[in-house]
């Protein structure tokens, strides 16, 4: 399994701030708790089950990437996990290149 991290990823799909935020309270309200990490445990769970797969989005801020660069526009193809120290790892494709695991 090969990793690549990066810093940002955007979607590419304009989305309404005030959205954003509502999204968010939900979110935050239906935690088993206040603690960080049933908090991102939720987040996950919302995104696993709202987004639709596979979806494009732009590489903001690429770092110790051998194959991604700032701007490189790659699909994500799912949600794989959510590890506190590196965030979220989602499997992506770039172009016709075999899938790689983000974090």
């Known amino acids: 399994m090969q990793f690549e991290y990066l810093l940002a990823l955007s979607i590419r799909d304009p989305i309404n701030m005030k959205d954003i935020e509502k999204i968010i309270e939900e979110v935050v309200s239906r935690a088993k708790s206040k603690k960080r990490k049933h908090i991102e445990d939720e987040w996950f ?19 110790y990437s051998e ?6 526009i790659v699909k994500v193809k799912d949600l794989d996990d959510m590890i506190d120290m590196y965030g979220m790892i989602m499997k992506i494709k770039k172009k016709r290149r075999h899938t790689t695991y983000l974090c």
């Open 45 to 63: 769970n919302y995104l696993k089950e709202n987004l639709e797969f596979p979806f494009e989005a732009e590489v903001n801020l690429a770092s």
């Open 67 to 72: 194959v991604l660069n700032d701007g490189d």
